[in-house]
Nanobody, 115 residues
């Protein structure tokens, strides 16, 4: 069973930066995509960024140019560097890994951006 532990959330002023980390435990994780979804109160969960096993990345239009996703396969860890944060980035951020049919999720980490 895969376990995901997130860290790095918090409160930051608009324009600031945060770096989220998500460490996964389990076998053969390096072959699966990893990524981050986010969910704000009253909104659906949306994909913020994802990265394939070979390093291909995908971003939501709303975060392109501000967020950077990366992974360290040796550590089974995925990172999300978030710069130029906006109040609308405030949400609970969840990391995931695994194939689409059997996804594993972290517990979520709160990001709050004050104006």
């Amino acid at each position: 069973q895969v376990q995901l532990v997130e860290s790095g959330g918090g409160l930051v002023q608009a324009g600031g930066s945060l770096r989220l980390s998500c460490a996964a435990s389990g076998r053969m994780l390096s072959i699966y995509p990893m990524g981050w979804y986010r969910q704000a109160p009253g909104n659906q969960r949306e994909l913020a960024a994802s990265i394939t096993s070979s390093g291909g990345t995908r971003y939501a239009d709303s975060v392109k140019g501000r967020f950077t996703i990366s992974r360290d396969n040796a550590k089974n860890t995925v990172y999300l560097q978030m710069n130029s944060l906006k109040p609308e980035d405030s949400a609970v951020y969840y990391c995931y890994t695994g194939p689409p049919t059997v996804r594993s999720w972290g517990q979520g980490t709160q990001v709050t951006v004050s104006s």
